[in-house]
C-alpha cells in the first residue's frame, strides 16, 4: 500500500476509535447488564453521567417500602429497582438534579427512588420520583416539590437521644463530631479539645432516621462524619476507614431540628460536619466549601 494511502487509513481508524465512547472499563470500573446498557445510551463516559466510580450498591428502603441498587458516577448515580412496583427498571439521576436529590436524603429521602428519566420541558428538565419531582429551571437552577405523602411525619421523636460533640486536633486541623462514650474517649485520648455540643442524636434505629457514621482517613489525618448513602461511599472510594457508629439523625427537615452540612477544605481535603447556620459561617470563613446536607438532628 502506497504510504499516503496508508496514512489515510491510520487517520480514518484513529477518528473511528476517538468517536466511540469509552467503555467503563477505560474508567478503571467494570458495569454489566441493565446499568451498563443506561450507561451507553447516556452517552458513557462522555455522557451526562461522566465515569463509574462504584459497583452497584443496595440503597436503604425508600418510604414507599421499595429498594434499589445504587451505582454512582462521577456527576450522578443509576438507580435500579429491586423490588416494588418497579422492579427491574432502571433510571439515571444527574446534574443539579442528582445534586439536590442528595441533598435531600436520595433514595431513603422524601422524594424516594426516581420513577422516570429526565425529561425536556418548556423551562429546563424534570424528573419525577416516589414523593416529589425535581425540576432543573434554566434560568433558576434546580427546585424540588412534594406529589405524594409516602410517610407521615412521627408523632414523637423516638426516645433516647445523646449528644453529638464537636472536638478539634489543632495539630492536624481536623474537626471531629463526637457521639458515644467510645468515640468521647477517643478523642479525649488523642488530645483533641473540646468546642461544644453541636446537637443530639437519637441512639436507636427507627422510621425517618439514617445512621450517622464515622469514618477516618490516616493519610490526611482527617475524620469525616456522614448519614447519607452518598456521603459514605464517596469516603470509602477516597480512602477513608469506617470508624464508628454514633447514632441516628432525621433524613428530612423537621420542626426545631439542627441541620447537619458536610463542608470540605478544597486545600487540605478535610472535612467538617458543621450544626447549624453559626457554624457554617465559620466554616465558609476559614475556606470550607459546602458539599451537601447530611441530616437534622434535635437542638442541643
Known amino acids: 500500500m502506497p504510504p499516503r494511502m496508508l496514512a489515510i487509513v491510520i487517520l480514518a481508524l484513529f477518528g473511528v476509535l476517538a468517536a466511540r465512547p469509552a467503555a467503563a472499563q477505560d474508567c478503571g470500573a467494570s458495569l454489566s447488564g441493565?446499568?451498563?446498557?443506561?450507561?451507553?445510551?447516556?452517552?458513557?463516559?462522555?455522557?451526562?453521567?461522566?465515569?463509574?466510580?462504584?459497583?452497584?450498591?443496595?440503597?436503604?428502603?425508600?418510604?414507599?417500602?421499595?429498594?434499589?441498587?445504587?451505582?454512582?458516577?462521577?456527576?450522578?448515580?443509576?438507580?435500579?429497582?429491586?423490588?416494588?412496583?418497579?422492579?427491574?427498571?432502571?433510571?439515571?439521576?444527574?446534574?443539579?438534579?442528582?445534586?439536590?436529590?442528595?441533598?435531600?436524603?436520595?433514595?431513603?429521602?422524601?422524594?424516594?427512588?426516581?420513577?422516570?428519566?429526565?425529561?425536556?420541558?418548556?423551562?429546563?428538565?424534570?424528573?419525577?420520583?416516589?414523593?416529589?419531582?425535581?425540576?432543573?429551571?434554566?434560568?433558576?437552577?434546580?427546585?424540588?416539590?412534594?406529589?405524594?405523602?409516602?410517610?407521615p411525619s412521627p408523632a414523637a421523636p423516638p426516645p433516647g437521644t445523646a449528644p453529638l460533640e464537636a472536638w478539634f486536633d489543632p495539630a492536624r486541623a481536623d474537626h471531629l463530631s463526637a457521639a458515644g462514650a467510645s468515640v468521647v474517649k477517643h478523642a479525649q485520648d488523642a488530645n483533641y479539645q473540646r468546642v461544644g455540643v453541636q446537637a443530639r442524636v437519637f441512639t436507636a434505629e427507627a422510621d425517618a432516621l439514617s445512621p450517622l457514621k464515622l469514618f477516618w482517613n490516616d493519610k490526611l489525618g482527617d475524620h469525616l462524619a456522614s448519614a447519607t448513602a452518598v456521603g459514605q461511599n464517596e469516603a470509602l472510594a477516597g480512602g477513608y476507614a469506617f470508624e464508628a457508629s454514633e447514632g441516628y439523625v432525621w433524613r428530612d427537615p423537621h420542626p426545631g431540628a439542627v441541620t447537619l452540612a458536610q463542608y470540605r477544605d478544597p486545600l487540605s481535603g478535610h472535612h467538617w460536619l458543621t450544626a447549624g447556620p453559626a457554624e457554617a459561617d465559620e466554616a465558609k470563613a476559614k475556606g470550607f466549601v459546602f458539599v451537601r446536607i447530611e441530616g437534622y438532628a434535635p437542638e442541643p
Open 34 to 151: 441493565p446499568v451498563l446498557e443506561a450507561w451507553k445510551d447516556l452517552g458513557a463516559a462522555n455522557g451526562p453521567l461522566g465515569c463509574p466510580k462504584s459497583a452497584a450498591m443496595p440503597t436503604a428502603k425508600s418510604p414507599s417500602g421499595s429498594a434499589a441498587r445504587e451505582t454512582d458516577f462521577t456527576s450522578g448515580v443509576i438507580l435500579q429497582h429491586v423490588s416494588g412496583p418497579r422492579a427491574g427498571q432502571t433510571f439515571a439521576v444527574s446534574g443539579c438534579i442528582w445534586r439536590l436529590y442528595f441533598q435531600f436524603g436520595g433514595p431513603s429521602g422524601w422524594l424516594g427512588l426516581p420513577t422516570g428519566e429526565a425529561i425536556n420541558h418548556p423551562d429546563g428538565q424534570r424528573q419525577t420520583f416516589e414523593g416529589g419531582r425535581v425540576t432543573d429551571y434554566r434560568s433558576t437552577g434546580c427546585e424540588a416539590e412534594r406529589t405524594a405523602e409516602l410517610t
